[in-house]
């Protein structure tokens, strides 16, 4: 990210979002009714609009529409899920213009930890302040993960309950740290959380990161978001997606490409496609020696 800047990336998921909000009901593939607050560009205002926005853009960068709406479906899917089976903290990792909190209307009691770069994290609060939006369930934790600081130490002065398993999101982030910050940032999470706690994360292909990959339009998406001062720098495979959480103390349990996530929840006639080359990893922090 450029110093000082809120990130255009999260501005360009949230208008994903926002337009996919104004799609009729049974096409619709997120429904994130706060993503248009967010947006730069005014949303679009009837259903054939929003849809002919989406296709456009699928047209251009296939497989990223899906990709970022159904990812945050499958996350909202996955706290659903922690909360049913007794978890009550879930925290976000460059959480961006996230509104899950926002929306969840599970079990009382359910803390967020929004944890972003201090840029963003400040443009997000202004948005939010500026249309009285905001709820005390929401934690705001200011941290760059490429600086030196302790993610461990961050959630701690921000009142995070390390002893009690929580479920983590961290959604299209991986693919902008260098390796070694994203390895860094894995070992810290692995020390911050408690045995039993689920993480979320997505990852770039190694090919799209270097340039080979066979699909032009997520190589235009490089070449764009580049120009907006956020690289792609790291790119992984299913397999080095997996030896990296399991590196850090995390478990593989389920492995997930775009086809599979449109044909979990596009629907019969699904208005994107679903060019492969992004996956998502869902792990569990496995209890390690010195946890026990
Ligand atoms: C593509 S956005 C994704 C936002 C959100 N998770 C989503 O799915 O819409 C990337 C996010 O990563 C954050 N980010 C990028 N580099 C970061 C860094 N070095 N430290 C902290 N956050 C960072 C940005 O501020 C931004 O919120």
Excluded at 39 to 51: D, H, K
Excluded at 239 to 259: C, I, K, M, N
Aim: charged share 20%; aromatic share 8%.
């Amino acid at each position: 990210m450029r110093s000082g800047d809120s990130s255009e990336t999260a501005h360009l998921t949230a208008r994903a979002r926002a337009a996919d909000a104004v799609v009729v009901p049974d096409r619709r593939l997120l429904g994130d009714t706060y993503a248009h607050l967010f947006v730069t560009v005014p949303p679009p205002v009837t259903s054939e609009e929003a849809l002919d926005r989406l296709q456009r853009l699928d047209r251009a960068h296939g497989g990223f529409i899906a990709e970022i709406l159904l990812r945050q479906r499958y996350f909202e899917d996955l706290v659903a899920l922690a909360v049913d089976a007794g978890i009550r903290q879930v925290l976000l990792l460059g959480a961006g213009y996230d509104t899950t909190a926002l929306r969840f209307t599970g079990a009382e009691g359910v803390r967020f930890f929004e944890v972003d770069h201090p840029a963003t994290q400040a443009a997000k609060l202004q948005t939010l302040a500026a249309a009285g939006l905001g709820t005390d369930a929401v934690t705001s934790v200011p941290l760059d993960f490429t600086a030196d600081a302790s993610l461990r130490d961050a959630l701690t002065a921000h009142g995070f309950d390390h002893a009690a398993p929580c479920v983590v999101g961290w959604l299209g982030v991986t693919f902008f740290l260098p390796a070694q910050a994203c390895r860094a940032t894995f070992a810290d999470l692995a020390d911050a959380v408690a045995p039993g706690s689920l993480l979320l994360f997505d990852y770039m292909d190694e090919s799209v990161v270097n340039g080979t990959s066979r699909y032009e339009g997520a190589l235009a998406m490089a070449r764009q978001v580049a120009e907006q001062g956020e690289p792609y720098v790291n790119g992984l495979t299913p397999q080095s997606a997996a030896d990296t959480a399991r590196a850090a103390g995390f478990e593989p349990l389920e492995q997930l490409r775009v086809p599979d996530l449109v044909r979990r929840y596009g629907g019969d006639e699904p208005y994107c496609s679903d060019d492969d080359f992004m996956g998502l990893v869902t792990a569990r922090r496995e209890l390690s020696g010195s946890d026990q």
